[in-house]
């Protein structure tokens, strides 16, 4: 094990019993469908046929959480690849408030601090007795009662008209937006399971709505996602479909935020975004010519460095929003020896590298071509509820569709030419075959 940073002699970091995955399944490929539909929420709030009044849209423009949803770079497909390399190198560890992945032997952290870092969410611990905060008045007025499902909550958003005394169309417009984004369910359509039931509650208090920490919310919500992830797959990946439900932005970005090798190929500055704002709103995905990019170019670019973050450093800047957002947790986690002696190097300004699962994690990664969309990111028509994936297509999609057609076409065509030359050789061998047969009779 190689401990560097400090002269102190240090207990060298142990490596933990056992990861979730064996090294033998990094190398494996699966669409993960995200269930955090921000471009879909927001391109419906905009459009709706009665437009958001002005008291509407600066309440959550001037929401000290939800502003920040606004500000992001506004991207129709998650990239989540980056956060599979990671689910693949899940730690199994006694914690149960914080998850830690392994990439080229060193240990990577997501806790509350990495979520409150890169969301702005407000991370703070949970107000007393808020699961019965609010009321279902106000659900029970429009629904009647009914099975609550994300898409009732978007019809019904869709069909109301601001009223000057009413705060009612702003209540439906914050219990679509949190079932949009912070929880949504996993599956759509009949099949789709109802709308968390604390929203349902906690949407009739405004109020309540901008000062409750959205933020721990989503991330209790992530750490289960992780958890019933790891035992889905117990270690082994199968299937070709993953849903990840919940706010995964945090860690869709973690991998580039605490690799910098990563984070210098694949991120790049998003121009306009405030001092103040959170690291998802200053940084956005480069263009590429897919939807998004595979596992193997993440690979190749990860390469063999071990210039990794274990724990995301709170630039000068960010130490204003962390202050308002996050605060220091009584330590009533499970205790872990493995990830103690992980946090002891960290205090010590020591770089953990753990050479076994380092030599390990960089033998498995073999030179692959890149793989065809079926095997990169998940398409938009499954990143989005199943309503919204109708609508005309522009004329660069069409383009788009048209030229790959042809791009099709022509290897169809590149085959059929083959298969008929290799049909003509096929033929004159039978004719000379066929020859030789009946000179053999009349002799």
């Not at 955090?36 to 008291?55: Q, R, V, W």
């Not at 978007?154 to 937006?177: C, I, N, Q, W, Y």
């Not at 121009?271 to 990019?293: H, I, W, Y």
């Amino acid at each position: 094990m190689l401990l560097r940073g400090s002269e102190e002699e240090i207990e060298a970091p142990l490596q933990p019993l056992r990861m979730y995955f064996p090294h033998s399944e990094y190398t494996k490929k699966i669409k993960l469908a995200t269930r955090c539909y921000i471009f879909e929420a927001l391109k419906t709030l905009n459009g709706l046929e009665y437009p958001l009044s002005t008291f509407e849209r600066r309440w959550f423009e001037e929401h000290p959480q939800f502003k920040h949803i606004f500000h992001m770079p506004m991207e129709r497909n998650h990239k989540v690849m980056g956060m599979w390399m990671l689910l693949l190198r899940t730690a199994c560890i006694e914690k149960e408030k914080e998850a830690w992945f392994i990439v080229n032997g060193t240990p990577i952290r997501y806790g509350i601090k990495e979520h409150a870092l890169i969301s702005g969410l407000n991370c703070r611990n949970y107000p007393l007795n808020y699961s019965k905060v609010g009321s279902e008045a106000f659900v029970k007025r429009h629904f009647k009662g009914q099975t609550i499902r994300y898409q009732d909550v978007k019809t019904k958003l869709e069909e109301m008209v601001p009223m000057d005394r009413s705060r009612d169309r702003l209540k439906m417009a914050v219990l679509f937006f949190l079932s949009s984004i912070v929880i949504a369910q996993t599956k759509t359509g009949a099949d789709a399971s109802p709308v968390e039931p604390f929203f349902l509650r906690a949407v009739d208090d405004l109020n309540f709505c901008k000062t409750f920490p959205w933020g721990r919310l989503s991330f209790d919500h992530m750490l289960r996602e992780i958890k019933h992830t790891m035992n889905h797959f117990n270690g082994t990946v199968k299937g070709t479909l993953w849903p990840i439900p919940g706010f995964c932005i945090p860690m869709e970005l973690l991998a580039f935020e605490a690799i910098p090798e990563l984070g210098n190929k694949f991120l790049e500055d998003y121009p306009g975004a405030a001092e103040n704002c959170p690291r998802m709103c200053k940084k956005r995905f480069r263009k590429s010519e897919s939807k998004g990019f595979p596992l193997s170019k993440i690979y190749k670019e990860l390469g063999t460095t071990v210039d990794i973050d274990s724990i995301l450093p709170v630039r000068d800047e960010e130490n204003f929003l962390m202050a308002e957002i996050i605060q220091e947790e009584d330590d009533d986690d499970m205790h872990d020896v493995v990830v103690g002696s992980w946090m002891q190097c960290i205090r010590k300004g020591v770089t953990i590298t753990l050479d076994e699962m380092y030599t390990q994690d960089v033998a498995t990664r073999v030179e692959e071509e890149p793989q065809d969309a079926v095997n990169e990111e998940i398409a938009a028509a499954n990143e989005r509820p199943a309503i919204e994936r109708m609508g005309d297509p522009t004329l660069g999609e069409l383009a788009d569709v048209i030229n790959r057609m042809g791009l099709q076409m022509s290897k169809i065509l590149d085959k059929v030419d083959g298969l008929e030359k290799r049909l003509g050789s096929l033929e004159a061998s039978v004719n000379e075959l066929q020859k030789k047969v009946r000179f053999c009779k009349s002799w």
